[in-house]
């Protein structure tokens, strides 16, 4: 994808509407589509971050979008859902998401054959399955967010208690983001040594990470109400990745195709402008099967 990108981003609260301004403080793509249902949020969002262009010199224009506009571009963001209230039992929250991603897909179709869709709603492996099962779209072409926020907290961290920079612990949160995901240590580095060979990281340490990984943003939330920057980050990166063609890791929210059982988890997959190249088997202890290997643009 070519400095002419469109982005599209569907649902501009707090989080669509952080992941707009970043992508527009960074001149990512030349046009950034809002759509929302609420039309004063949206119409509010687009004078604010014009107001963004502005003062930066920023080249991204900003406009608002109709759903079937939104599913022409390069790249269609989803971020809308409703909010985990306290007291609402998952249930309840699966099913209005559900309902929610089911009547966006409903209104965006027709999509443009080689759009690609980021899902960053929750939960995030679901709504991933049922847009690549409604969109029309191919697999390969449909990921969530999956664990990388997580993945992001791992190696902070790790990095922390070891006292190195995070650019120097490679390790990755695998699975389906939330209580089933699991940190792949035996696969986990920092530099060229083992986590596990580590004395500062003991077994201990490890467990601990690992389960405050894992109920990071239930903690931030309790304390502000919400917690949109980190996972806005996440999804920002890897808009930046898909459009700008990059070639990172990530450990997204996609389908790694088993014998029999296809089904959407996070593995580490490399991201580029078709959404991704290569899906990478990490470790046995984490899929005791071993992904299969398909000659497409994007492997799931």
Known sequence: MGSASRVAIVGVGEVGGAVAYNLTLNSVASELLLVDLDLSVRNAQIEDLNDVTYSTNSSTRVRPATYHEAAQCDLVVITAASKHMLGQTTVDYT????????????????????????????????????????????????????????????????ASRAMVSP???????????????????????????????????????RSRIELICKHRSNQISLGKGSAPFGIASVATNLSCSIIL???????????????????????????????????????EQVTEKPIEFVDFNVIW
């Not at 490679?170 to 940190?183: K, N, S, T, Y």
């Not at 929210?253 to 029999?260: D, F, L, P, T």
């Not at 988890?265 to 490399?270: G, R, V, Y």
Request: charged share 20%.
């Open 95 to 158: 099913s209005r998401n559900t309902s929610i991603i089911l009547e966006i897909m409903e209104a965006m179709k027709p999509f443009r054959a080689d759009t690609v869709l980021l899902i960053v709603a929750d939960p995030v492996d679901l709504l991933t399955s049922l847009a690549t099962q409604v969109s029309g779209l191919p697999a390969s072409q449909v990921l969530g967010t999956g664990t990388a926020l997580d993945t992001y907290r791992l190696r902070g961290m790790v």
């Open 245 to 283: 063609d990059k070639h990172e890791m990530y450990p997204p929210a996609s389908r790694c195709w088993e014998e029999g059982d296809p089904g959407f988890s996070s593995t580490a997959d490399e991201r580029s402008e078709t959404g991704g190249d290569h899906c990478w088997h990490l470790c």
């Open 167 to 205: 650019s120097a612990v490679d390790a990755f949160v695998v699975g389906r983001h939330g209580e089933e995901q699991v940190v792949a240590w035996s696969a986990a580095t920092i530099g060229a040594v083992p986590i596990e060979d580590v004395r500062m990281l003991n077994a201990v340490d």
